[in-house]
């Protein structure tokens, strides 16, 4: 008799554990299907309220102040911040290529993929001025990349449910160039590249989690349709996006971006997919529980 009621405490105890095995495959199955993201770009705007959000600083860590008689023999050096935004407001300005296919193989795994930047195109939000000869001048800025490219970056992509996931990391180096012109007189122009006057590549990264789309639910990407959507995710089964701010480490130069022409999250609740997940997981918790609680009342 002791036997017996051994042996079906026993066969209980397996019974439990292969149900919640069972269930645990099933989510894992039904959510964590391996996504493949192939090789891509990425498109962002900068947004332009001017606020210092966006911004270099000439004469800083990474980038050294304008030097004397650049402008004109007699102009004197010119250091400071520079406040930026897009040169076209709302349009892509900045696009980032992804060099390496992305391999989510299940929920809560990241991996990583080379990145180039291919496009920056920003401009002051105020001319700066320069004191030539004890006399002020004003010359308008806007920043492109340098002709010799800048080693690749980093982006790191961590897969959450069906629809996509977070970017944990994003990390960029920019090789900048500037160009001067003259405010009342678009003849006068000056070009400042970084690579050419020694200056290293400024690494820059992101300060906080942004998210992404793939597959089906990315066909809304403005660069990468159907495969990608950076900056993007699901509120109420509707695509929003959010925004990316990326610094250097002195935080003089500063980047901020989100994808062209999407509607800002203004909240944090939960897409269809992590609704889906949380009912699945508390049905089959609740199916253990009642499952153990009968083999309980059996063995006693």
Same mark, same amino acid.
């Not at 959010?242 to 480490?249: D, L, S, T, Y």
């Given at each position: 008799?002791?036997?017996?009621?051994?042996?079906?405490?026993?066969?209980?105890?397996?019974?439990?554990?292969?149900?919640?095995?069972?269930?645990?495959?099933?989510?894992?199955?039904?959510?964590?299907?391996?996504?493949?993201? =192939?090789?891509?770009?990425?498109?962002?705007?900068?947004? =332009?309220?001017? =606020?210092?959000?966006?911004?270099?600083?000439?004469?800083?860590?990474?980038?050294?102040?304008?030097?004397?008689?650049? /402008?004109?023999?007699?102009?004197?050096?010119?250091?400071?911040?520079?406040?930026?935004?897009?040169?076209?407001?709302?349009?892509?300005?900045?696009?980032?290529?992804?060099?390496?296919?992305?391999?989510?193989?299940?929920?809560?795994?990241?991996?990583?993929?080379?990145?180039?930047?291919?496009?920056?195109?920003?401009?002051?939000?105020?001319?700066?001025?320069?004191?030539?000869?004890?006399?002020?001048?004003?010359?308008?800025?806007?920043?492109?990349?340098?002709?010799?490219?800048?080693?690749?970056?980093?982006?790191?992509?961590?897969?959450?449910?069906?629809?996509?996931?977070?970017?944990?990391?994003?990390?960029?180096?920019?090789?900048?160039?500037?160009?001067?012109?003259?405010?009342?007189?678009?003849?006068?122009?000056?070009?400042?590249?970084?690579?050419?006057?020694?200056? =290293?590549?400024?690494?820059?990264?992101?300060?906080?989690?942004?998210?992404?789309?793939?597959?089906?639910?990315?066909?809304?990407?403005?660069?990468?349709?159907?495969?990608?959507?950076?900056?993007?995710?699901?509120?109420?089964?509707?695509?929003?996006?959010?925004?990316?701010?990326?610094?250097?480490?002195?935080?003089?130069?500063?980047?901020?971006?989100?994808?062209?022409?999407?509607?800002?999250?203004?909240?944090?609740?939960?897409?269809?997919?992590?609704?889906?997940?949380?009912?699945?997981?508390?049905?089959?918790?609740? /199916?253990?529980?009642?499952?153990?609680?009968?083999?309980?009342?059996?063995?006693?």
């Amino acid at each position: 008799m002791v036997m017996s009621n051994l042996r079906s405490r026993w066969l209980s105890r397996q019974g439990v554990a292969c149900c919640v095995a069972m269930g645990g495959l099933f989510l894992v199955n039904s959510v964590h299907a391996q996504k493949t993201i =192939d090789p891509g770009d990425d498109c962002w705007t900068t947004p =332009d309220r001017c =606020d210092g959000s966006t911004s270099v600083e000439f004469g800083s860590s990474d980038l050294p102040e304008i030097p004397p008689d650049f /402008f004109w023999p007699g102009s004197e050096a010119f250091s400071g911040q520079v406040v930026l935004k897009g040169a076209n407001s709302g349009a892509t300005d900045t696009k980032v290529r992804r060099l390496d296919q992305l391999v989510l193989p299940e929920s809560g795994l990241c991996v990583t993929t080379d990145t180039e930047i291919l496009q920056l195109d920003l401009v002051s939000c105020e001319p700066i001025t320069v004191t030539v000869s004890g006399n002020p001048e004003d010359w308008d800025v806007a920043v492109d990349l340098s002709s010799v490219s800048a080693p690749d970056g980093t982006l790191g992509a961590c897969k959450h449910d069906t629809d996509g996931g977070t970017i944990a990391v994003s990390i960029l180096n920019v090789q900048p160039k500037f160009v001067f012109t003259k405010v009342g007189d678009a003849g006068e122009v000056r070009t400042y590249d970084t690579a050419d006057n020694g200056v =290293d590549p400024i690494t820059i990264s992101s300060s906080q989690e942004g998210h992404f789309l793939g597959g089906a639910a990315a066909s809304d990407s403005p660069c990468d349709p159907d495969n990608f959507y950076a900056g993007a995710r699901l509120v109420g089964g509707e695509v929003c996006c959010e925004e990316i701010c990326h610094a250097n480490g002195d935080g003089d130069y500063r980047h901020c971006i989100i994808p062209p022409d999407c509607p800002v999250c203004t909240d944090s609740i939960p897409t269809v997919s992590e609704w889906g997940l949380i009912a699945m997981a508390v049905l089959a918790l609740g /199916f253990g529980v009642v499952v153990l609680r009968r083999s309980q009342r059996q063995a006693a």
